[in-house]
């Protein structure tokens, strides 16, 4: 699985959009992007994942670059319960069932 | 909405002690998970379970560690004698297919204490 690198730390104000960026320039072709989030303490939460072209989804939009070497995660409008780790994490589905879990962005909404 | 539950929320054993942490997995899913989470550390895979068997496991899923899914519903994890190490969070997911489609989704863990 490629390697990614997140900012260790991040803070955006209540109802801003919070961008969280990824690197994963060794990304092959066949790998995806996904997105999950942890709140304090409790299980990590599915956010959403892709392949090349941008998602969408109730929760967040994700964007990856056209040479899929980085990525950003859009919270369009972060409320305090965003406040979470967020873990960029790059795999093919069809090898392998596990996620690999790095030390992810905390992210601090400001009230 | 749908949702991975787990039970016990908090276990405390005694070292050498056997437990047994159980998961009742979304209804549909297909594909079960076990996952650790040391604190302060990684969310760590333990091993996979697909079609009452064990799909893929990391190298901590040793011989101390076994799942089963005892019935339709639950699918739970047992270790044979604890250590202190094993104390963390324990994480169940299950997942609906395989591929493209694998969201895993997780319960709120177990947390064991091992005294």
């Known amino acids: 699985d490629a390697k990614t690198t997140q900012p260790t730390s991040m803070d955006c104000a209540e109802g801003r959009a919070a961008n969280l960026p990824c690197n994963h320039s060794t990304i092959s072709g066949n790998e995806y992007v996904y997105w999950y989030r942890q709140i304090h303490s409790q299980g990590p939460q599915y956010i959403i994942h892709?392949?090349?072209n941008n998602e969408t989804n109730e929760m967040a939009s994700l964007i990856i670059t056209e040479d899929r070497k980085s990525s950003t995660l859009i919270l369009p409008h972060a409320t305090l319960r965003d406040t979470a780790v967020y873990y960029c994490?790059?795999?093919?589905?069809?090898?392998?069932?596990?996620?690999?879990f790095g030390s992810g962005t905390r992210l601090l909404v400001r009230p | 909405e749908p949702e991975v539950t787990q039970t016990p929320s908090h276990q405390v054993t005694q070292m050498g002690q056997e437990v047994i942490l159980r998961c009742v997995p979304i209804?549909?899913?297909?594909?079960f998970y076990w996952y650790r989470q040391i604190l302060g550390q990684k969310v760590e895979f333990l091993v996979s379970f697909y079609n009452n068997e064990i799909s893929e496991k990391s190298e901590i899923f040793d011989d101390q560690f076994s799942v089963e899914r005892p019935d339709g519903s639950n699918f739970t994890l047992k270790i044979r004698s604890t250590k202190l190490e094993d104390s963390a969070m324990y994480f169940c997911?299950?997942?609906?297919?395989?591929?493209?489609?694998?969201?895993?989704?997780f319960g709120p863990g177990t947390r064991l204490t091992v005294t």
């Open positions: 209804s549909n899913h297909l594909y």
């Open positions: 997911a299950s997942s609906e297919a395989r591929g493209a489609m694998d969201e895993q989704y």
């Open positions: 892709g392949l090349k």
């Open positions: 994490i790059v795999r093919v589905p069809d090898s392998s069932y596990k996620l690999i």
